[in-house]
């Protein structure tokens, strides 16, 4: 049964930083693109950011030059670095797994709140 667990949620002031991780179980970690998608009270679920396999990375506008998606292989998990955090990041982050070779293959952990607040 495949697992993602994020963890590394909080509160912090405006300025600064988290950084979350999740950790995967029961899939083969180095054939899922990896994401980070966020939600905030009365808004749709948006993409933050996204690592493939091979280690391309993509950000919203809105994180660029502040958060930094990573992937530890070895450790099945991946994190997002929040830097310079504004009360706007406000929501609740999703960790997401895509296999590359199966479109249905597509999972979610169960969120992790991340607050800022000015």
């Known amino acids: 049964q495949v697992q993602l667990v994020e963890s590394g949620g909080g509160s912090v002031q405006a300025g600064g930083s988290l950084r979350l991780s999740c950790a995967a179980s029961?899939?083969?970690?180095?054939?899922?693109?990896m994401a980070w998608h966020r939600q905030a009270p009365g808004n749709q679920r948006q993409l933050v950011a996204a690592?493939?396999?091979?280690?391309?990375?993509n950000y919203a506008d809105s994180v660029k030059g502040r958060f930094t998606i990573s992937r530890d292989n070895a450790k099945m998990t991946v994190y997002l670095q929040m830097n310079s955090l504004k009360p706007e990041d406000t929501a609740v982050y999703y960790c997401?797994?895509?296999?590359?070779?199966?479109?249905?293959?597509?999972?979610w952990g169960q969120g992790t709140q991340v607050t800022v607040s000015s």
């Open positions: 997401n797994a895509q296999h590359i070779a199966s479109r249905s293959r597509n999972y």
């Open positions: 029961g899939i083969a970690f180095s054939f899922v693109n």
């Open positions: 690592i493939t396999t091979g280690g391309t990375t």
